[in-house]
């Protein structure tokens, strides 16, 4: 009885099996270059921005430690704040228009572009987030620190309204592979 499949593979077909061999470790090296450890988050109670205090100026820390030294790590940070606009009376002319930022103070890094909405409807969340904040790399090191302001401002008189703004910090950190235990670190976000 004659065998349907031949004996021996071709040799395109040993170059094929070979070629996806080969993607397939470059694959695994590519992607065995970074260890991602858990980010930390921080939830806070609500600003509340008024025409007698108008803006707001909030300093955190960002802390990662390590249990050994690392080559190499990279930090965001990302802030989700939404705005409320409360009118004092029922019958409000036009909504106030609000300023957000993030800005790394230490070491000395970038911000984010200001973020300006204007909040068209009283009593509606609208978001205002200005966006993610990448922080000074960090490298040959067991420990990083990074210090950052959240910037909120009024930018009309708004009277007797107040704008309450709900926020949320989260930074998440990249850390170079040679890092076999992601939970050797750990990442904190404090008030400062």
């Not at 806070?44 to 025409?51: D, K, M, W, Y």
């Not at 703004?165 to 008030?191: C, H, M, N, R, Y």
């Amino acid at each position: 009885m004659s065998s349907l499949l031949p004996s021996k593979p071709s040799r395109l077909r040993r170059l094929a099996a070979t070629f996806v061999l080969i993607v397939a470790s470059l694959g695994t090296v590519a992607t065995s270059d970074y260890e991602e450890p858990d980010g930390s988050q921080l939830t806070g109670p609500a600003v509340t921005l008024a025409a007698q205090a108008p803006r707001s100026q909030r300093r955190y820390v960002i802390l990662v430690s390590a249990r050994n030294e690392f080559e190499y790590l990279h930090a965001d940070l990302s802030a989700e704040l939404t705005a409320t606009w409360k009118p004092a009376d029922s019958t409000p002319s036009r909504g106030p228009a609000l300023r957000t930022r993030l800005t790394q103070v230490e070491p000395e890094g970038d911000s984010t572009p200001d973020k300006s909405v204007v909040l068209e409807w009283p009593g509606a969340a609208m978001d205002a987030t200005p966006g993610t904040l990448s922080l000074t790399d960090c490298e040959n090191a067991m420990r990083c620190q990074w210090d950052v302001v959240v910037d909120l401002e009024l930018l009309d008189d708004i009277g007797l309204d107040s704008v309450e703004v709900d926020w949320k910090l989260q930074a998440s950190i990249t850390v170079d592979g040679t890092v076999d235990d992601p939970s050797a670190f750990t990442v904190s976000i404090s008030e400062r």
